[in-house]
Nanobody
Framework: VQLQASGGGLVQAGGSLRLSCAAS????????MSWFRQDAGKEREFVGG????????YYADSVKGRFTISRDNAKNTVYLQMNSLKPEDTAVYYC?????????????????WGQGTLVTVSS
């Protein structure tokens, strides 16, 4: 599967953005999808994930209550709604896919990655 992330940009603290990740292929509904982020000089970190059907989600503590991940299997797209953004949310955001049911927080468990979209939150 090929992934294409979009929706990043510059936003003031407290604002919102919605990221999208469009996937190719006809088996999108069989992939667990997650978002990761990486700031300059830091390791890539898990943000949130969603199960095949969308019935289960899991978030990093740092974004819980502010970010919401969803998916539309008919459109082969996963979304990340980001509210109440903080300067520390600034990073390149990546979508990733794995062909297993469980949501994993580990980078190495994901076989497919999008190219990343930059989110910058100004104070």
């Amino acid at each position: 599967v090929q992934l294409q992330a979009s929706g990043g940009g510059l936003v003031q603290a407290g604002g919102s953005l919605r990221l999208s990740c469009a996937a190719s292929g006809r088996t999108f509904s069989r992939y667990t999808m997650s978002w990761f982020r990486q700031d300059a000089g830091k390791e890539r970190e898990f943000v949130g994930g969603i199960s095949w059907s969308g019935g289960m989600t899991y978030y990093a503590d740092s974004v819980k209550g502010r970010f919401t991940i969803s998916r539309d299997n008919a459109k082969n797209t996963v979304y990340l709604q980001m509210n109440s953004l903080k300067p520390e949310d600034t990073a390149v955001y990546y979508c990733a896919a794995r062909s297993y049911r469980a949501i994993s927080t580990a980078n190495h468990d994901y076989s497919y990655w999008g190219q990343g979209t930059l989110v910058t939150v100004s104070s």
